[in-house]
């Protein structure tokens, strides 16, 4: 069965780093677009970032521009999300999502904290 299980989540302090891993199985991982979401308390899940396929083009939050890097290893079934400079705001559980035109899927979810 599918599956994609997020990892690297933690408690961090303000300005801090935290590198957050994705694999997936069950499926084509080459043949999806991967993306990473996050959900605050009170807030609606939204789009973090977002790899094509190939890894040849990448979007991002407005939010997160400049200080998030989305890449993705096809051999390893696996994306990642490098975050760093990290703000209070940024605490959430996040997401790992793969999409194809014909299917979704998505992990459990792992807890990133920023507090002092």
């Known amino acids: 069965q599918v599956q994609l299980v997020e990892s690297g989540g933690g408690l961090v302090q303000p300005g801090g780093s935290l590198r957050l891993s994705c694999t997936g199985s069950?499926?084509?991982?080459?043949?999806?677009?991967m993306s990473w979401y996050r959900k605050a308390p009170g807030k609606e899940r939204g789009l973090v970032a977002r790899?094509?396929?190939?890894?040849?083009?990448?979007n991002y939050a407005d939010s997160v521009k400049g200080r998030f890097t989305i890449s993705r290893d096809n051999a390893k079934k696996s994306v990642y999300l490098q975050m760093n400079s990290l703000k209070l705001e940024d605490t959430a559980v996040y997401y790992c999502?793969?999409?194809?035109?014909?299917?979704?899927?998505w992990g459990q979810g792992t807890q990133v904290t920023v507090s002092s």
């Open positions: 999502n793969a999409n194809s035109y014909v299917s979704d899927h």
């Open positions: 069950g499926f084509i991982f080459s043949s999806y677009d």
């Open positions: 790899i094509s396929s190939t890894g040849g083009r990448t």
